[in-house]
């Protein structure tokens, strides 16, 4: 599992937001992924998405590598940010975007 766990680091330390999902930005598979693409795509961020679902390791891989059980899961400049409903109550606060904006992380959408 060594390689997974590598994989990840890499993802997460080379991109600056990461969202490890259920499906992909263009067609999430999942209710919960699907809620988070639409947040990132409305503040208007750049960001990886990684389908969890194309590899069976991969997606046990991410919740060891977090301790977090589900996906998704947001990444940015190499935190866990944390998943569904941590993002949506960020975002609804208005802290998601304070958070992004603080990391560097440009931000276009309505924020």
């Not at 999942?30 to 069976?56: E, P, T």
Request: glycine share 12%; net charge negative; aromatic share 10%.
């Amino acid at each position: 599992m060594s390689g997974i766990h590598e994989f990840i680091d890499n993802e997460v330390k080379t991109n600056d937001v990461v969202l490890f999902m259920k499906g992909t930005p263009q067609f999430p598979q999942c209710g919960f992924s699907g809620q988070v693409v639409q947040i990132l795509d409305y503040i208007g961020v750049d960001y990886k998405g990684v389908n969890v679902l194309a590899d069976a390791d991969l997606r046990q891989g991410i919740k060891d590598y977090a301790s977090w059980p589900t996906i998704p899961q947001l990444y940015v400049k190499g935190e866990f940010v944390g998943g569904c409903d941590i993002v949506r109550e960020m975002f609804q606060a208005g802290e998601l975007q304070t958070l992004l904006q603080e990391q560097g992380v440009t931000v276009r959408g309505a924020a």
